[in-house]
């Protein structure tokens, strides 16, 4: 199964690719990425945060039975 091409912003911890609206993310909101491999997911995040010049909050969860990486942004 052909996943596309990523971009520097897409996110794929596990293999599949995530496509987060950035853009629409505002300082105090906060996504839930599901995944198993959430050291990966929080490395992708941080570099993302890195390219936005932003600064985020995580936290592993289990959230709705699923394993993933919720991230606040705050600046």
Do not use: H
Not at 15 to 35: E, H, K, L, Q, T
Not at 41 to 63: D, F, H, P, S
């Amino acid at each position: 199964m052909r996943q596309g091409v990523l971009t520097i912003y897409d996110l794929n911890p596990d293999g599949v690719r995530v496509v987060v609206n950035w853009d629409s993310m505002v300082i105090g909101a906060s996504i839930f990425i599901p995944c198993v491999n959430t050291e990966k997911a929080t490395n992708q995040v941080k570099k993302v945060m890195a390219l936005k010049g932003w600064e985020c909050r995580y936290q592993v969860r289990i959230e709705s039975d699923k394993l993933g990486l919720r991230v606040w942004r705050t600046i």
